[in-house]
């Protein structure tokens, strides 16, 4: 009996994030409310209580869980040492397509996580330095150009990443792949042609 109801709180604690989550998403911090929460968990106000103190407290969790996931997926891409140039480029891709199939895989936290919380802006950051770090490391593994100042590497693929996301893969015009694709043809190979000058080429002239 006790696993039961250990079962079914898990179960009506899983069903008030996930309704949380579309309000929240649809409507907004503000205009969102428990009443409308508990209405579309199908459950009581009553029950809302017994799981979350306030609406603040389920919208923290609901936007912690988003920075954490998200914080982990990021540090586990990280290249390793030995990987053939060949490689490289096929592992930033799976990484960068791996990125964008999390923030659609859940769209209601990604609204919340990446755009409507006041904690937006420092999760992007976050994401960037975790980004800048993995980066400062595969370039010391010889991996890309000794000359790449990093950080402004990161904050323009988060930026790229942010705007994509919001622009294209939300709503549902371009999926993960397509996405992932461009973006790292564009980080990798550029957009000049092979027997075009480098921009240390340019700036030598």
């Known amino acids: 009996m006790a696993r039961e109801k250990g079962l079914k709180g898990m179960e009506s604690r899983r069903r008030l994030l996930e309704s949380a989550a579309c309000e929240f ?3 907004g911090f503000h205009e969102t409310k428990v009443s409308t929460i508990v209405k579309r968990a199908g ?25 954490s996931s998200l914080r982990k997926l990021s540090e586990s891409f990280r290249l390793e040492a030995g990987i053939k140039p060949t490689d490289v480029s096929k592992r930033v891709l799976v990484a960068v397509e791996t990125v964008f199939r999390f ?9 919340i996580g990446f755009f409507l919380a006041p904690d937006a802006k420092q999760i992007k950051g976050d994401l960037t330095l975790i980004l800048k770090d993995n980066l400062l490391a595969e370039q010391q593994k010889g991996y890309f150009r000794p000359e790449l100042e990093m950080e402004t590497v990161a904050e323009c693929l988060i930026g790229v990443i942010e705007h994509l996301t919001a622009s294209h893969l939300l709503p549902g ?12 043809d564009l980080f990798i190979h ?5 027997d075009s000058s480098s921009i240390q080429d340019i700036e030598m002239e």
């Open 103 to 111: 923030l659609v895989t859940n769209p209601y936290l990604t609204r």
């Open 25 to 27: 998403a649809n409507w």
């Open 173 to 184: 015009t371009k999926d993960p792949s397509s996405l992932a694709t461009v973006v790292v």
């Open 190 to 194: 550029g957009m000049l042609t092979n």
């Open 43 to 67: 459950l009581t106000q009553p029950s809302f209580y017994l799981y979350f103190p306030s609406k603040e407290a389920i919208f923290e969790e609901l936007v912690t869980d988003f920075h």
